[in-house]
């Protein structure tokens, strides 16, 4: 595949993700759609509740060679592209030990420590996709991410 090629690429998948809140003496589920693909144990946990939530993505970049890392976020795409070109989240939302659902806040934080690697955007209200962040980048790039 050249350059060429990933510029014209849209790519679509729609994976429910949950962290599931255990029951006292389990363990905290990670679930991708029906199926349960990892968790986290309860051992590492002293509460059954959080004071900080974050949503987005995150790369290792450990400047090997002296420069940033190559690695892409999402599909490699800046956040301004479309859906389908960039990763997302959508309809976040907070859910308590009884599963009753909340709406994420709508004052949050964006942390975006390099963004001329990779960058986010917020989006408070969508029809479509509700209260959802888009995010991505290419990483290294000569001019704008050495």
């Keep these: 595949m050249t350059a060429e090629d990933h510029e014209t690429i849209v790519c679509s998948s729609q994976d429910w993700i949950v962290i599931c809140p255990p029951d006292e ?7 991708v759609d029906d199926n349960q693909i990892g968790y986290w144990s309860k051992s590492n946990y002293r509460a059954r509740k959080a004071n900080k939530i974050t949503w987005g993505g995150e790369i290792v970049n ?17 956040s301004s592209e479309p859906i389908g ?8 939302a907070l859910y308590d030990l009884d599963q009753d659902r909340y709406p994420a806040p709508e004052a949050i934080d ?15 209200s969508d029809d479509e996709y509700g209260q959802h962040i888009t995010f991505g980048g290419p990483g290294y790039d000569r001019v704008k991410c050495p």
């Excluded at 003496?25 to 679930?31: H, K, M, P």
Aim: charged share 30%; hydrophobic share 25%.
């Design 85 to 92: 070109r960039v990763a997302y989240i959508s309809k976040m």
């Design 110 to 124: 964006m942390y975006i420590p390099q963004p001329d690697c990779y960058d986010l955007k917020y989006y408070p």
């Design 62 to 78: 450990k400047r090997k060679r002296g420069r940033h890392t190559s690695t892409q976020m999402g599909y490699g795409h800046f």
């Design 25 to 31: 003496d389990e363990d905290w589920g990670l679930w």
